[in-house]
């Protein structure tokens, strides 16, 4: 079966940092173009981080640019989100996921993780 599991959600205060991961398995996650989306209550889950399959595009919204960081190791077959600076608007829900091409919408979303809860405080 098709899985990715997502891990590394928690509380921080602002200015802090995380790195959530998200292990695959089922599939080789590095054939595959990879995204993280978020969503926060109330409002419509959007991509922050998308990485193509050959790794050589790559797209973050732009409130991400600069503070995140999308990765993959492909020995472990897991794909990370590493997140530096991090605001309370940041505060969401954090899904990883195998698509279509990056920039990658929701309708093209193939396997989803189960999400993970990041908590920014200000």
């Known amino acids: 079966q098709l899985q990715l599991v997502e891990s590394g959600g928690g509380l921080v205060q602002s200015g802090g940092s995380l790195r959530l991961s998200c292990a695959a398995s089922?599939?080789?996650?590095?054939?595959?173009?990879i995204a993280w989306f978020r969503q926060a209550p109330g409002k419509e889950r959007e991509e922050v981080a998308c990485?193509?399959?050959?790794?050589?595009?790559?797209h973050y919204i732009d409130s991400a640019k600069g503070r995140f960081t999308i990765s993959k190791n492909a020995a472990k077959n897991t794909m990370y989100l590493q997140m530096n600076n991090l605001k309370p608007e940041d505060t969401a829900v954090y899904y990883c996921?195998?698509?279509?091409?990056?920039?990658?919408?929701?309708?093209?979303?193939?396997?989803w993780g189960q999400g993970t809860l990041v908590t920014v405080s200000s």
């Open positions: 990485l193509s399959g050959s790794g050589d595009s790559i």
């Open positions: 089922g599939f080789t996650l590095d054939y595959y173009n």
């Open positions: 996921a195998r698509g279509g091409p990056c920039p990658m919408p929701g309708r093209l979303v193939e396997v």
